[in-house]
């Protein structure tokens, strides 16, 4: 008995120093500004399962009786309905460490929030810095919940009934912290969003055709019997190659969709600004026919997105391409001749699987732009961005157009200011730059500084907008 | 000459010919409210993000100094304050703030802008060498100041500077170089001096 008990002291001592330390650490990010509301909302759930934890365990420790009534086995197991939350709660905080203002490019952060609730609805969000190149999206409201509720406990189950339905973790990295124009990557992180909610995956898998006689050819050659009598009883059986290679390549086409018809979402989003910044991101780091189990090669994600921009009047094309000035179509046209090459890929498994989703491009467009809809940015918005880029390469934030009959000002939106930069970036940056009269000297990575900046402050200024006429609306309400 | 309310109100309405001959003020959250008639400025309000001196190690800030520049940044921290927040600023104490609205003034406009009196008798100071030149394009810095005895809250989104524009000759063009060290800049950011003119210090020898 007298060993059970040190045990269990022991448990619950340690228990509670790794509740204590996480108390601490919330309490640090308790006095961080935060740029929009997810990291409160986060911060929140995890000192509140914090605090329930660490109640739980004070009232078991203090529980003489149950420790006479429980096995060691029961008992382990009721401290550990307890304890399980904590590698949680420390993952939920890892997001909080690189949202506050000072580690995001807070002005970007409240209208993109704004942006991702018109397309998932009742969705909460936490934008987080993390060092590593790389945007990913992590849904993690339902992991939250199925946690909370499975732990059997009622109080858990409290804990979850006011969190948002669906609580969205998109982080970024954190050295490009600045660099507004490459954070269009974020219009593919909501496409994973869409793909789940419209359940595209149900839609798209069964039309996809894989060659089992491939996959066959590529069993009998990795298990042929040109080995030794000696080691052929050590190998697996052409069956469990085919088995094993099926399911890896019904996995890695489940990825492949899910990556490009978030490009395609991405494309329908946020328009020209995401292919840009896609070219931009991938290229700097990827060869062209990189392929993972996971990732498609750049070659084929391309290629979706410049059939995609292309002139044309069918349902699987934007048309973007017409609107482009001579030195955007000239750099579309030379990506678009590349991304069209066909290249054989060298291994059998990524071949079988790009032979597989390769015919359904042009479903995947039109699967990604029925999904849009009413989000699509429209080639109209974008022939409208040449007065944006107009004002911005004059050093003016493009927020506001005046139309001079009646005085009106037209406000802009965020996907059109980013369309513009991005045109500037490509197109006007010596333009930009003798407007900034800077010394030549200081004209590349300066100027180039300074465009992204203002862009910031365009973004910021939309949503100052937005949000006073929200808010006169809401005085007005509260006044009848 | 000193454009009055009204002036202002045509000249931020009129869009002809080249951007670089507009006077734009952007946004103005409430036109009525900041820019009044019978006035001869226009009300800007206060932005988000405030820069203040820490102590630190830095020990001195000698412009003639090699590392006048890293000095700098090493005693002056950035503080961003959400619109709906509040910035205090305590007695004696220095930040720098800047304007919520992006000023651009075309080549026969300058400025100069002055703390709103309301403030000024609370004992907040702002400005005190913030000329606007033809042909910036900005926000524009202020430099805040309590010489008040109690702390004062400063809240972003409101009011605390008066914008007033004369009429000046028109400068032709701008040359490379000319008062651009700020231009475009988005963050309350501080200068430095004239290359020229520290060399010529350096180098002066009593007669």
Known sequence: ?480 | MLLKGHDIRDLLFKRDGDPVNWLVISPILDLEGQLEDGCASIDLRLSTAFVVPVRSSVDRLDPQDESYTINKALYMDEVIVPIGEHFVLHPRQFALGQTLEWIHLPLDLSGYVAGRSTWGRDGLIIATATGVHPGWSGPLTLELTNVGEIPILLYPGLTYVQLFLHQTTKIEKLQEGDRSQFMGTTRPVSGKPHKRDLEMIRRWQPS
Request: net charge negative; hydrophobic share 40%.
């Open chain 1, 1 to 480: 008995m007298a060993l059970k008990g040190s045990l269990i002291d022991t448990v619950l001592e340690a228990a509670r120093e790794r509740c204590e330390a996480l108390e601490k650490e919330a309490t640090r990010f308790e006095n961080r500004r935060f740029p929009s509301q997810g990291p409160r909302i986060l911060l929140n759930l995890v000192r509140r399962t914090n605090d329930a934890i660490k109640g739980s365990l004070r009232a078991i420790a203090e529980d003489t009786e149950l420790r006479e009534l429980l096995t060691p086995e029961q008992f382990e197991l009721k401290v550990y309905r307890h304890t399980e939350f904590l590698p949680y709660l420390h993952w939920l905080l890892s997001f909080l460490q690189g949202a506050e203002v000072y580690d995001t490019p807070y002005a970007l952060i409240p209208p993109l929030r704004r942006f991702l609730r018109k397309c998932l609805a009742d969705s909460e969000v936490i934008f987080s810095s993390q060092h590593e190149l790389n945007y990913s999206f992590f849904e993690v409201a339902e992991n939250i919940r199925r946690l909370y509720e499975n732990a059997g406990e009622e109080k858990f189950k409290e804990l979850v009934k006011e969190f948002p339905s669906n609580f969205i973790a998109i982080t970024f990295p954190s050295v490009e912290t600045n660099h507004v124009l490459l954070h269009c990557m974020i219009a593919h992180e909501i496409g994973h969003g869409i793909f789940v909610r419209d359940k595209l995956h149900e839609k798209l898998f069964p039309l996809v055709r894989i060659d089992h006689i491939e996959i066959t050819r590529f069993a009998r050659h990795v298990t042929k019997p040109e080995h030794p009598k000696s080691q052929l009883e050590l190998l697996p059986t052409e069956l469990q190659v085919r088995q094993s290679l099926t399911k890896k390549i019904n996995d890695s086409i489940d990825g492949w969709l899910n990556e490009l018809c978030s490009d395609a979402i991405g494309l329908c989003l946020f328009g020209p600004a995401y292919y840009f910044a896609f070219l931009n991101f991938i290229v700097s780091f990827h060869y062209f026919d990189k392929t993972a189990l996971t990732h498609p090669a750049p070659r084929l994600r391309l290629r979706l997105l410049s059939e995609m921009i292309a002139d044309g009047d069918s349902t699987e094309t934007l048309g973007y391409a017409p609107y482009f000035d001579d030195n955007v179509s000239r750099l579309y046209e030379s990506w678009k001749k590349e991304a069209s090459t066909e290249r054989e890929l060298g291994d059998p498994l990524y071949r079988i699987v790009s032979q597989a989703v390769t015919p359904l491009l042009k479903m995947i467009a039109n699967t990604a732009i029925e999904s849009s809809k009413e989000l699509i940015y429209k080639t109209e918005q974008f022939n409208k961005t040449d007065e944006l880029c107009r004002l911005l390469v004059n050093v003016i934030p493009p927020v506001e157009l005046v139309r001079t009959h009646g005085a009106e000002r037209e406000i802009t939106d965020l996907v059109s200011v980013l369309n513009a930069g991005w045109q500037v970036y490509l197109s006007s940056m010596e333009e930009f730059a003798k407007n900034l009269r800077l010394d030549s000297s200081k004209n590349g990575p300066e100027s180039k500084e300074r465009l992204l900046q203002i862009l910031l402050k365009s973004v910021e200024l939309l949503e100052t907008i937005t949000r006073w006429k929200e808010v006169q609306i809401a005085i007005k309400g509260t006044r009848h």
